[in-house]
């Protein structure tokens, strides 16, 4: 067969490729025998040089495939699909950190020498309109996804919904496990946002791990040009042995052998990844499908969560101490009697105010008053680990100490008076209230209140010379 004249006759980027055909569904080497002047010139020039200074490379023909592609288990599956199983394999990649879509093919060629077989591969730029919902011919993939996902909308209780909305996702997908995972790498950290796992299953998950951020930094470079990475067998397994030890090692440890993953991005900044693993391997490109679509509708709502979540941390944040503002205050206390939050009782709370801050602003200027109110912050920090502080006012906080003992919220209340008691230094009127019975929580507020402002009559009684000295 004249392969040469094969792929000229392509307008779009062509080139055969060879596969080795082994015994028991498993294949060898994948081979570029030749291709068109378009692939040519990328192999000779490609987009991402990673070696600057090294000599221009020429192609040679029947050379091992990732000397000119990435190295993926997914380019590996789609050529021996094709090439022995004699399959018309079509899909779409959006590589990594880019803007740009290719619509991919692989074509079988009936054609064959001894354990050699052959197929076409092509690839083209596409436009995003150019993109089918299911490129693998199964509608109600999209159907399935856009039913499950669409409850985002307008839900009340964001992570609520996301996690149903992944335990749907593992169903369809018929995995033991699907997982969600939203990364910062401005602040280096990670977290799970959502995951589903099956009944009775023995896989566990990666959030076992201490170095999970550490493993998932290092899915960057093992997808690298990519759009995915997708391990289904053992061959694809050797690759990640080789690609990514400590990925591989935390998998086998884990009893994954099979998992699909894909990076949440939006406007090519990396939310964080979405995953399935241990499924029927027969179903690798319907389960590949799945969340290819399901990262479609999932970036653009955690996008808009994560900027929801910043707005509200903005809006809720006093600039000066960081700790929570009145807004937050107030709303968390609205939320409360609305019962859209709930306060785990018995809870205390406590009202302080800082006196003597005038005398500091008079004789040292408002960065000095300023700072008196960062310290004043600090030390309540200090004393109610875990509780909610608010900076009610000027010169006023509040902690609410919910899920408590009366004889733990006394301790913490006596710490305050005892370290806050210094007229030179920081120094508060405290005031508490512990509600171990029906009380509202404006009723708590309310009681903690007016025994603040009786600690500080009793501060005047003993200074009196600060009386008029906020």
């Known amino acids: 067969m004249d392969f040469q004249k094969l792929t000229d006759s392509f307008s779009s980027m062509a080139c055969v490729v060879s596969v080795e055909k082994k015994s028991g569904g498993e294949y060898g080497d994948i081979r570029i025998i030749t291709g068109n002047k378009l692939f ?50 079509h899909t779409y990649i959006h590589p990594n950190m880019t803007n740009l879509w290719f619509v991919l093919y692989t074509i079988p060629l009936d054609y064959a020498e001894g354990d050699i077989s ?68 401005d602040q280096g950290s990670c977290s799970i946002l959502a995951s589903s796992r099956k009944k009775n299953s023995g896989v566990r998950t990666i959030s076992d791990y201490d170095n999970i951020y550490d493993i998932a930094v290092s899915w960057i470079d093992t997808i690298s040009e990519g759009d995915c990475v997708i391990i289904s067998n053992d061959k694809d397994m050797e690759y990640l042995r080789n690609a990514n030890y400590m990925w591989y090692k935390a998998l086998v440890e884990l009893g994954v052998s099979s998992i699909v993953l894909f990076p949440l991005r939006h ?66 206390v609205d939320k409360i009697l609305s019962g859209k939050n709930i306060i785990d009782k018995p809870y205390g709370v406590v009202f302080s105010d800082l006196n003597g801050l005038k005398t500091v602003n008079d ?63 920081v120094c508060f009127s405290v005031g508490c209230f512990y509600n171990d019975l029906k009380s509202s929580i404006t009723d708590a507020m309310r009681i903690a209140d007016e025994a603040m402002y ?17």
């Open 118 to 185: 052959y197929c076409i591969y092509s690839t083209e730029q596409c436009s995003i309109n150019d993109i089918e919902l299911a490129p693998s011919g199964s509608q109600g993939i999209a159907n399935d996804v856009l039913k499950t996902c669409i409850r985002l909308r307008g839900a009340s209780d964001f992570r609520k919904a996301m996690n149903e909305v992944i335990d749907d996702i593992r169903n369809i997908c018929d995995a033991s496990v699907c997982t969600l995972m939203l990364m910062n790498l």
């Open 40 to 89: 040519i010139d990328m192999a000779e020039h490609p987009a991402y040089i990673t070696n600057p200074d090294a000599p221009p490379r020429k192609f040679v023909p029947n050379s091992l495939y990732d000397v000119y592609l990435p190295k993926a288990p997914d380019f590996e599956s789609m050529c021996y699909r094709s090439a022995v199983l004699k399959k018309t394999v």
């Open 363 to 425: 004789k040292g200027g408002h960065t000095a008053g300023d700072l008196l109110i960062k310290k004043a912050a600090l030390l309540l920090q200090e004393i109610f680990i875990g509780d909610e502080i608010y900076r009610a006012g000027g010169d006023e906080f509040m902690v609410i100490v919910s899920s408590c003992s009366e004889e733990e919220f006394s301790r913490k209340v006596l710490m305050l008076r005892q370290r806050a008691s210094d007229p030179d230094k």
């Open 267 to 332: 406007n090519k900044e990396l939310l964080g990844y979405i995953w399935a693993s241990n499924f029927d391997t027969k179903n690798s490109r319907r389960i590949k499908d799945t969340l290819e679509l399901t990262t479609f509708f999932l970036s653009s709502e955690i996008a808009s969560y994560n900027m929801m979540q910043q707005l509200e941390h903005i809006s809720f944040t006093d600039i000066l101490t960081g700790i929570n503002n009145r807004n937050a205050m107030n709303n968390r």
């Open 454 to 470: 009786k600690d500080k009559e009793r501060y005047y009684a003993e200074h009196p010379e600060r009386r008029n000295i906020r």
